[in-house]
């Protein structure tokens, strides 16, 4: 079965875009968690969105992790484009191409031949990518309409995960093993190209800025 994508794109002020990402990356966690799950209800942007996180300390500090890093690829001055994906995988046993074990033609097989040894690989079956335009405000009334925007994009944006979570499900692997989360997570930190580009006329050229 095909992995399962779903984009989403916002534009931000750059310092809303912390808590904003925050908000998506626990609430998709959040509808993907399937081990035991205690609920934490969380506020951002004056209050005006709420979200639920998962209230378990390796997922708190793999977020701020990630959102730190996604803050630090981010310039503080000017516009950027930065990509976070959340990726959802299984584990599944692999085993080694016959070739690697397979054609002896004694009556004696290797060991590693008798055992065909296995083994593991992750397989992704639902990625979320998430495009963030950095914005700057230059004066108050910006910031005021930055910050009612941020407020609209953010609930769209969670309403979007809720509903694609709830709604597509097929894709999800059986669960094995009830016992703890059986879908390991990866996030991913993506800056884009305006920002690759000014990081590669720095190390070419020490004093542009």
């Known amino acids: 079965m ?3 994508v779903v984009t989403q794109e916002l534009s931000l002020e750059r310092s809303l875009i912390q808590d904003v990402a925050k908000a998506l990356l626990h609430t998709i966690i959040f509808h993907r968690y399937f081990g035991n799950v205690t609920p934490k209800s969380n506020t951002i942007l004056s209050s005006a969105v ?3 996180s998962v209230d378990n300390t390796e997922v708190l500090r793999t977020v701020d992790e990630k959102v730190a890093e996604l803050m630090q690829a981010i310039p503080a001055a000017g516009e950027a484009r930065t990509r ?4 959802f995988t299984e ?8 070739s690697a074990w397979f054609g002896k033609t004694s009556g004696l097989k290797s060991k590693k ?9 992750e397989v992704c079956w639902e990625e979320w990518a998430i495009t963030i335009n950095s914005k700057v405000a230059r004066t108050e ?3 005021n309409q930055m910050l009612a925007s941020a407020q609209d994009q953010a609930k769209d944006a969670l309403f979007l995960v809720i509903a694609q979570a709830d709604t597509h499900k ?9 016992q703890g989360n059986p879908f390991p997570y990866h996030i991913t930190i993506a800056p884009g190209a305006g920002l690759w580009s000014s990081m ?3 190390a070419i050229l020490p004093g542009i800025s």
């Open 200 to 202: 590669i006329k720095r």
């Open 84 to 87: 976070v994906s959340l990726h």
């Open 91 to 98: 584990t599944k046993p692999r085993r080694k191409p016959a």
């Open 2 to 4: 095909e992995r399962k």
């Open 50 to 52: 709420t979200y639920a």
């Open 141 to 143: 009334r910006e910031r």
């Open 170 to 178: 097929d894709h999800i692997p059986l669960i094995a093993d009830p």
């Open 113 to 121: 031949g008798r055992e065909k040894e296995e083994e593991e690989e």
